[in-house]
């Protein structure tokens, strides 16, 4: 996966979005090596079972075979439990909430760009904790505050915040809880998760420390995580026949200002800069596209496909009359508007449109979820939508038929939409999809 | 190398500091994988046989051995100019200014800690020009707009910006600029470099353009980096026996407001509250320390010892008094100080300090540094600071004879400090020093 400068703007917000709500959280950014001994991953059972089909190995370097190979972490679980055991040793150092940007490589076989890449970017958050309540409400904290709260805002996507089902969890987890958003195809992509680890990892790394009485207790660990997949949801979920769609807060360039053809003076380019130079001013991230020697269409359709929130058209005729042609990316048609006043308008549209377009994605998803009461049922549903039943119809014979017609429950959420606080909840509901 | 929050925190502001000027200098971050194809390196055969003993070479992946193996990134010249080829089709496309963010491997034998460690984290800017002349003005510019400027300005560190001999420049390269700077030793860093790769890379990736007369012409390349090997040089220049010392404008923590010691209203430890909180307020990153279980004397010490510019304490003495007793960093000594206008006072003595931290490292380095007429007179200098020699009275063969008293020519300058543009300036003077 290559990521061209564009869509790099737009992980860059990303990650700033998101790294503002985790420190807001409480967790600190640290930086653990890449390459990972192969012993380590062994210590936690079910984590190796997990990843080793995944795994690039190194086997030289330096000129020479190794004497034990190293691997590309495919996840920071176990390099990083090597340290926080070194570190922790009494009750006042806990919790400790720490946070890597980082890449990491997990084989695959069919890679689907932003969405499923052999390497991919990420932030893995490493957490450990003095009880298995703080753990718990930490990795639910991180769920709400940090991902849903990030990807409704500032990605103005409506998502199920919900708990995987055992087969679903995240190899060594004792729960996984997860954002799971409706693509423009009714399919699910699972956004973000955020796991409990339990004492898994503690116990395989030795991760102890003293407790207010003296007494030495085995710590709980969390840890969670969103990478560049979000970039394949912001397209698919926004997206339209003509391209991408981004929201504004995201958008590393919200206006576009085009001189559509110039006069001989120059005076259309002059007055396009003019206005480009006052709405950046204004604090929009603005670009000019003065480029009037390709033509007009095949620009226009450029910025179109690249989903620039608000592309703003000048020519030699809206100069006369002190107006400007004004597209919304996210409207059909096209608006003239006074170039007097204009900063303070497009601020108002690109507000506008953010939460527009969040609307449209919360209605899109409750229109193709239906309640259902048989797998039957459910089957037919979740080949356009979300189909929700009863976890109770289901079990794990349940998920096995869905998993014949290439179905999964995305999550259990409880009956009014929120997230089940343990395995044992009687009533939970079940969200069937196809996914990503 | 792990690098834990508070040193990770120095590196967030180093990539902000250099970032922002990247962006000015009008380059667009990207993002290229990891994982290179043996064959793209062996490409360029002097990149190659400079890289080749410090590969770390994936052979195994998704269990099973790789038709062809793949290398981690030492740099990214290779897999980058393999796409810069495929996105250049006409002048209109240059220059075509990139930079990444990412992780490289070069297998270390002898690794030493920020400085040369086998994985580190960097930025590799990597541009494609049209002309010689342009690829030269431009990596000038990077060296000397965005490195050595950021250098002095926010890391406080006086650098020297030079030119490589020969024989120490970049595998591939036809010229690498360098900002060299003195450590607490009088040893010399490398902090920073910005290579012309001239046609090399170009040739060896097909990267050509059609001229605005319709004619195929070959790019001009250049790349340019620096590291968390800066940190290593921040802590070695400005260091001391008592630890770090951090230059304000790179701290994550600019003051620590220490609770001394409380009274049983818990007074003290309220007005440190409302102090650091009337801090932040004004734009300080300030941190209150209010541990007072434990001893006062081991957490000044462990503040003065990360290098925290400014100490603030405060105990029930000093609350009665309406004052605190205030201690900068990088000078001997306590002062008292009303509370009433602290942050006034912190905020001027913050700027202070970072002018006073550059205005050392300049006048250490200008005292260590001597003009000397012979290469033993030269060797001796050396062995404690900067020795500068005509470069004529050296040549290849004095720099063989410098490498036997484990010194290197670290640049070549002009007799007035400026930089030369090409390798055949005649009066050239070499920057000779033991090195890190």
Known sequence: MVIRPY????WERMQQGVDRRIKEAGAENAYFPLLIPESYLSREAEHVEGFSPELAVVTHAGGEQLAEPVVIRPTSE???GEYMAKWIQSYRDLPLLLNQWANVVRWELRPRVFLRTTEFLWQEGHCAHATKQDASDYAEQILHDVYADFMRTELAMSVV???KTRRERFAGAINTM???AMMGDGKSLQMGTSHELGQNFARAFDMTYLDANGDQQLAWTTSWGVSTRMMGGLFMCHGDDRGLVVPPRIASIEVAVMVVRDDDA???TEAARALTASLSDAGVR?????????AFGRRATNWE???VPIRVEMGPRDLEGGVVTFVRRDLDGKRECPIDGLAVMIRAQLDEMQLAMFARSEQRRLDATVRTGSIAEAVEVASTGFAEIPYALLGEAGEDEL????MTVRCLIRPDGSLPLSDDEPDTVAVVARSY
């Open 78 to 80: 176990t390099i990083i």
């Open 286 to 294: 603005v670009r000019l596209d003065d480029a009037v020697s390709t």
């Open 266 to 268: 120059g005076s259309v």
């Open 7 to 10: 869509a790099y703007g737009i």
């Open 178 to 180: 997860t954002c799971e």
């Open 161 to 163: 915040e919900g708990r």
């Open 403 to 406: 998993a014949r017609s290439a």
């Open 305 to 307: 496909l690249k989903g």
